[in-house]
């Protein structure tokens, strides 16, 4: 989905359409660009569209909406639209485009900042999925003090076990190459390590989508 065309300036406001509103401008929240600002630390309003993120993006195919977009739409304050995106979720958090913009903008940092707020505001997720294997992945991070390929995937198939006959194939090639070990290594600073998520649980929002 495109932003092109979908953008009319109207006076001194903005209106943007989009596909599934019935040919009537989405609602528009005021200030939510600041929010954004606050949360993520970037000045988003700084960013002038020239799609050098977008351009370096490795996800950008799969995408709904391009970085420089969804840093758009949070420009004009189309708040429901961006935290709705699946684009937000499918982020690879790479930060090329925070290398590539000329403003420092960070859209990645920008991409969790609106993840934080989607399921703070119980927002459906874009991506079940992606949160689901989010979820896993930093369980055993939680336990164990760092990533662990085999227990990750052992939970997110716990909870999701459609996926298992999709992912079979790959995950055995990755078992035959090493990728992936039983027995996990371990690290020191547990301690530290589980302090990190022990804050992290005390400052999440409650209720919400996190659930």
């Known amino acids: 989905m495109s ?3 979908r953008v009319r300036f109207m006076g001194s406001g903005v209106e943007l359409y989009l596909p599934d509103a019935g040919g009537r401008p989405a609602a528009l929240t005021p200030g939510f660009v600041r929010e954004v600002e606050a949360q993520a630390g970037r000045m988003v309003s700084r960013c002038y569209q020239c799609k050098k993120c977008t351009s370096g993006c490795p996800v950008s195919s799969v995408l709904d909406y391009q970085c420089h977009e ?3 739409l949070v420009q004009l304050g189309a ?3 961006a935290l709705r995106s699946q684009a937000i979720w499918l982020c690879a958090s790479c930060k090329t485009c925070r290398e590539r913009c000329p403003n ?3 859209p990645a940092q920008v991409m969790d900042t609106l993840k934080i707020l989607a399921v703070a505001s119980g927002t459906p997720i874009g991506r079940k999925r992606v949160k689901a294997f989010q ?6 991070v939680a336990v164990l003090g760092r990533a662990h390929e085999l227990g990750s995937i052992a939970l997110y198939v716990a909870g999701n076990p459609s996926s298992l006959p999709a992912n079979m194939g790959l995950g055995l090639k990755m078992f035959s190459r090493g990728k992936m070990k039983i027995i996990p290594e371990g690290v020191k600073a547990k301690d530290e390590i589980r302090a990190i998520f022990r804050r992290a649980r005390e400052r999440a929002p409650k209720g919400g989508a996190g659930k």
């Open 3 to 5: 932003l092109e065309g």
């Open 79 to 81: 708040k429901d639209e």
């Open 135 to 140: 979820k896993a992945f930093l369980a055993t």
């Open 104 to 106: 420092d903008v960070d």
């Open 70 to 72: 969804i840093v758009r």
